[in-house]
């Protein structure tokens, strides 16, 4: 396989709402879409979900779109694609959510060429059909929160993620708790509680958490390691994990029970499998994130969601919750409380071409003269 072509939307997708965390709010997305064209005219699609500013994660969407047009593309045009994991052999990890989201637009276009699935070019073994969603709700009043969960609970979903921060996490969260008892239920604090915040993030444990996300502004395991010694509830690393050098040594110190794995984050489908089958050799509970990102992320992470022995629903809810277009048709729907894997080739959707086009703020073409 040899790519033609390279073509980057720089898009910016206005949000229904401002989401806000502990570190930062949106009121749009910016991404990066890709489309590689190989020699026969096949296109795939993958998206570059870094963010404009490096809250969190060091690489930012420019960082990410210079390395692309003056490294990571050039070098793909000039070579023969076998399998699009070889991408990694000539690509360091310097900038993980600008080369996954060039694997990812390479694989939709092999597995387009293979006539199958992006699961079956990627994993050998039996997938669900369908996956319930999980809903994320970021840092809402108290009132406007329980309103939004009896909202999202009418409509069949069973797992909220809460973003919390210090000055209110136990309340807000004890308040959901005392209204829905059996609710399935996690927090999310972004980094935001200090290692000498410890008796705060104990109070949880009386509240039957899933699992804390990233709890500590800490970068370092061993702060870890002794917070889950002290607390009962499961930690959760996402940004924490970055390389499988990260997450070996988080096994190694016990320093989590859980980890949230974001294909953008650690630099592609490639990763992402090999994580999946250490947190199955260690025993330790995997489940699949997503960043507030476009149609052409979300639908894969659905796909990589499918495996069967994930811990949780991911963050995964329809498209018109954030976008008041998608750029995928059909778009990410629940009915019935389930979110259906899509069955064609490749991602399984078609893009949006208009819609593509009409959130465009920028658009290069590399190759195909």
């Not at 930012?60 to 990571?72: A, E, F, H, Q, R």
């Not at 399984?348 to 190759?367: N, Q, S």
Request: proline residues 5%.
């Amino acid at each position: 396989m040899r790519i033609n072509s390279i073509e980057l939307y720089h898009i910016q997708m206005p949000l229904h709402f401002t989401f806000k965390t502990a570190q930062t709010s949106l009121n749009h997305r910016e991404t990066i879409v890709i489309k590689a064209v190989d020699e026969l005219g096949n296109t795939g699609y993958g998206e570059v979900v870094a963010f404009n500013e490096p809250f969190y994660s060091a690489e930012t969407l420019m960082d990410s779109k210079w390395v692309l047009i003056n490294d990571y593309i050039p070098k793909l045009l000039s070579e023969e694609i076998k399998h699009p994991f070889m991408v990694h052999e000539w690509m360091d990890l310097s900038y993980p959510m600008a080369i996954a989201g060039l694997e990812n637009a390479l694989l939709d276009l092999y597995a387009k060429r293979q006539q199958k699935s992006i699961m079956e070019v990627v994993f050998s073994e039996a997938t669900h059909d369908r996956i319930a969603p999980g809903m994320v709700l970021g840092d809402l009043e108290p009132s406007n929160l329980l309103k939004q969960i009896e909202h999202y609970r009418e409509e069949g979903y069973i797992r909220f993620k809460i973003k919390i921060k210090p000055e209110d996490g136990f309340p807000k969260l004890k308040l959901i708790r005392e209204r829905y008892p059996d609710l399935k239920l996690l927090a999310d604090a972004n980094k935001s509680y200090e290692s000498d915040q410890i008796h705060e993030l104990k109070k949880l444990d009386e509240l039957d958490l899933l699992c804390i996300e990233e709890p500590l502004a800490s970068m370092d395991f061993t702060d870890y390691q002794k917070l889950q010694e002290e607390i009962k509830i499961p930690i959760c690393l996402d940004e924490s994990i970055q390389t499988m050098d990260d997450l070996k040594t988080a096994i190694q110190l016990k320093a989590c029970k859980v980890v949230n794995i974001k294909v953008g984050r650690i630099g592609g489908m490639y990763y992402a499998k090999q994580m999946i089958e250490l947190c199955r050799e260690n025993h330790i509970h995997y489940w699949i994130g997503s960043m507030v990102e476009s149609g052409i992320s979300k639908i894969l992470h659905v796909h990589l969601a499918s495996l069967k022995d994930t811990y949780i629903p991911g963050d995964l809810s329809p498209s018109r919750r954030y976008f008041p277009r998608d750029i995928i048709h059909p778009e990410i729907t629940v009915e019935n409380g389930m979110i259906q894997v899509p069955k064609g080739w490749g991602l399984g959707v078609e893009i949006d071409e208009d819609a593509l086009k009409a959130y465009t703020i920028d658009h290069v073409r590399i190759g195909g003269e």
